[in-house]
């Protein structure tokens, strides 16, 4: 069975830093590109980072570039998201989520249950 | 940019309903494969994918939801509407980076 376990949310004062996890099971992790997408409270879906599947190349929504940093640890199986520099508009429900593969695959068939970020003073 | 319309639908239990999506550029990729998903979302639920690459059902979808579309245009029917059909259906594609959502289009019960 896949599971994507997110940790790491909490509550932040403006221009603070978080360190969300994703640890992954039931797939070949590397396999796959992984990609956070967050979702701000009564809002929509919003992507935000993707990663390749050796961790090589990193990509941003234009709204988190330069404060946030996506990675990845293949021997732990594990999906990271520091985000520094939060602001209000960064607070959301934080999703990991598969993205795509080399092979025959759907992509986004997986996501977490979400972790909650909430940048107030 | 990916506009779905209508952004409510209200249905009638058994009856169809349809939404629209359309991207304001062709969503094919260098690999021949359009990355047009559906995903549905209940409240207080991470999303769960419906239909990707257009028109496949993800296993264990039922056979009322059906994908359609090519280019920039994309439609998901629901035929017969169930009540556990309801909550916000999105659009979203993954040929191209950034990835990008429709608004969200919510379903409910008349």
């Known amino acids: 069975e896949v599971q994507l376990l997110e940790s790491g949310g909490g509550l932040v004062q403006p221009g603070g830093s978080l360190r969300l996890s994703c640890a992954a099971s039931g797939f070949i992790f590397d396999s796959r590109v992984m990609s956070w997408v967050r979702q701000a409270p009564g809002k929509g879906l919003e992507w935000v980072a993707a990663?390749?599947?050796?961790?090589?190349?990193?990509l941003y929504a234009d709204s988190v570039k330069g404060r946030f940093t996506i990675s990845r640890d293949n021997s732990k199986n594990t999906l990271y998201l520091q985000m520094n520099s939060l602001r209000a508009e960064d607070t959301a429900v934080y999703y990991c989520?598969?993205?795509?593969?080399?092979?025959?695959?759907?992509?986004?068939?997986?996501w977490g249950q979400g972790t909650l970020v909430t940048v107030s003073s | 940019v990916l506009t779905q319309t209508p952004l409510s639908s209200p249905v009638t239990l058994g009856q169809p309903a349809s939404i629209s999506c359309t991207s304001s550029e062709r969503l094919v990729h260098d690999n021949g494969n359009t990355y047009l998903s559906w995903l549905h979302q209940r409240p207080g639920q991470p999303p769960r994918l419906l239909i990707y690459k257009i028109s496949n059902r993800v296993s264990g979808v039922p056979d009322r939801f059906s994908g359609s579309g090519a280019g920039t245009d994309f439609t998901l029917r629901i035929s017969r509407v169930e009540a556990e059909d309801v909550g916000v259906y999105y659009c979203?594609?993954?040929?191209?980076?950034?990835?990008?959502f429709g608004q969200g289009t919510k379903v409910e019960i008349k």
């Open positions: 979203m594609q993954a040929t191209q980076f950034p990835r990008t």
């Open positions: 990663i390749v599947q050796n961790g090589d190349i990193p």
């Open positions: 989520a598969t993205d795509y593969c080399d092979g025959d695959c759907s992509l986004f068939d997986f």
